[in-house]
């Protein structure tokens, strides 16, 4: 078992990072998830670790120095909250066309423009279609508890290394500020530089001796050229979506309804679930752990199995609700409902809505 | 008596300039008469002849030196526009004992990564900052830079720079000699022999206090031609660089191993 402690969920994403064996962290600050950086510069991370942590002067330099940093093969670490990503969509850009490793953590705030400091989910569209310009996807993780904040770090590095893609692990302001229990894993080592020359090939850290140089470079002015990157890209996130689903099934199994949530939403809908058993009603919550590749197959699957409705509770004007209409294609009703602007529903609400919109008369 | 042929001629005695094998055999993409193929050698040159050829790490920018990794034969990226600074901040942070290095025109350096360019030089990052001020953005087809001169015509100031409407030409150079995280600023030309060994000598000070562990950024501009950009010939728009940019932007060290230079 590992080290039980009682900790903010920007807390232990911060704390996940030097257990990871993250080499950089870059960030600017930006409520509600300053805890992080503050409780990096706090735990010296250089001294346990020799992780470096940099604050930056914009999320735009953050984001171009993990660009720098992943490129020569070190594991690099950003987070920031909405108006902060919404800056990094160039650089994240750059780095899938690129095919740089790395790691961005949102903790998302309601919106749109400064909005406010509050949880909300409506970074949904940015997070799953991509964000800046160009055909590309990034992984995106979304943890609903203090303890997934924690163990979403080393898998999304994983997955950064593994597929050569920044990830994204999203977040919101309730799951960034609440206190939980949590198991922290033990420190993974940091690599040394050797092994980060020999593991990662392709990395900028210096022409090795008889061997060629390497260029990390999203441009190729020639348009067949590029036409076959973005296929290899494609080819990319088709095994994306084939092999790194993943996805949480609660009560699903004799359930008539079903409640598809991700993050605060899911926690919030869990309750929800209870509530509405005991009113007989049989619910179940499917909850997207990943968001980017969206599990379409479950989905699919409880279509087929004949359940009546789905409703889709999110902290937004209803963003995943499009994703989970396309993947029923009319076979059954859909419907959203959510809170937002930093407004936070209730397991009552939810019920509600989820007898009015889907259950009906 | 036998026909003497190219390689009768081509033979290492007979040689008086080879090209550095830090530069590649991929044809310069630069409009004949450009300084950035140059600069571009000269930094190589430094780099092998420091032996860092193994080290070295450049960070290249958008415009049109874009491709600047297609030609120094050495571990480069490729920065979005104006954020090479950032990039190489991170690089040198993570791997110290490598010798990193940014290249940038100067609507990259000055005007869409002003801030990446003030706060690397004022933290003081161990990095080399090589500067091409040409006082026009080349690659999209000449329209003003921040470093364009006053009445200077361009596509986007085709009656020439007014600087009440379209501000000041901004010498960056000046401004980040004066952070305390710069260690040697320096300004020089390409457009002669004697300023081409010059700015090599600088090139090469700059590669040294890094490898040295000099603390703070050395930052080297070259002022350059656009000839194809100012609509001149490479021979006229030499003639006109050294007439206009360089009373503007006067060549020279003005911040030396820490120190600002007096003017005399
Ligand atoms: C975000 C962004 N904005 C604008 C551009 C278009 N652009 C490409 S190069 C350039 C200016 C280049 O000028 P400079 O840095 O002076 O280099 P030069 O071409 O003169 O060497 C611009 C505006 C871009 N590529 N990216
Ligand atoms: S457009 Fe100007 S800066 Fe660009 S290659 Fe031609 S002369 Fe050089």
Known sequence: ?361 | MAEITLQDIIKPENQVYVKTKLMTDKNLSYCPGCGHGTAHRLIMEVVEELGQENDAIGIAPVGCSVLAYEFMNVDMQEAAHGRAPALATAVKRLWPNKLVFSYQGDGDLAAIGTAETIHACNRGEQIVMVFINNGIYGMTGGQMAPTTLPGMKTSTSPYGRDLQSMGNPLKMTELVAQLPGTYYVTRQAVHTPSAVRKAKRCIRKAFQNQLDGKPGVSFIEIVSNCNSGWKMEPVASNIWMEENMFPYYELGDLKVDGQLVEKK
């Open chain 1, 1 to 361: 078992m590992g080290e039980l402690r009682l900790m903010k969920g920007n807390e232990a994403l911060a704390e996940a990072a030097i257990r990871a064996g993250v080499d950089g962290y870059f960030g600017y600050p930006i409520t509600p998830q300053s805890e992080v950086i503050e409780y990096l510069m706090a735990e010296k991370p250089f001294e346990r670790t020799g992780m470096v942590v940099l604050q930056a002067e914009s999320e735009v330099a953050s984001i171009n120095m993990l660009y720098g940093g992943g490129g020569t093969g070190k594991k690099v670490m950003t987070s920031s909250s909405s108006p902060g990503i919404s800056l990094m969509q160039e650089g994240l850009s750059y780095m899938a066309g690129a095919e740089i490793p790395c790691v961005v953590a949102n903790v998302v705030r309601g919106g749109p423009g400064l909005g406010d400091i509050q949880p909300a989910q409506s970074d949904y569209f940015q997070s799953v279609k991509g964000g800046g310009h160009g055909d590309y996807r990034l992984p995106v993780l979304a943890p609903a508890s203090v303890q997934e904040m924690s163990d979403f770090v080393p898998l999304s590095f994983d997955l950064a290394f593994k597929y050569r893609t920044p990830v994204l692990i999203v977040s919101d302001g309730l799951i960034g500020q609440m206190m939980e229990k949590v198991e922290l894993f033990d420190t993974i080592p940091r690599l040394t530089d050797e092994e980060v020359i020999a593991r990662y090939p392709w990395a900028t850290n210096g022409k090795p001796k008889g061997k060629e140089r390497r260029i990390l470079t999203s441009l190729d002015l020639d348009p067949h050229k590029l036409e076959k990157h973005n296929f290899h890209l494609q080819d990319k996130y088709k095994q994306i979506r084939e092999e790194e689903v993943r996805y949480e099934m609660i009560d699903c199994d004799d359930a008539d309804y079903i409640i598809i949530a991700y993050g605060s939403s899911a926690r919030i809908s869990q309750k929800t679930l209870q509530l509405a058993r005991e009113e007989g009603i049989k619910v179940g919550l499917l909850r997207p752990i990943t968001l980017w590749p969206f599990p379409k197959q479950p989905i699919d699957d409880l279509v087929n199995k004949g359940v009546k409705g789905f409703l889709s509770v999110e902290m937004s004007a209803g963003q995943m609700v499009e994703d989970i209409r396309l993947t029923v294609r009319e076979r059954t009703k859909v419907e959203h409902f959510g809170r937002y602007g930093g407004v936070i529903h209730s397991p009552e609400e939810v019920l509600e809505a989820l007898k009015n919109k889907i259950i009906g008369d």
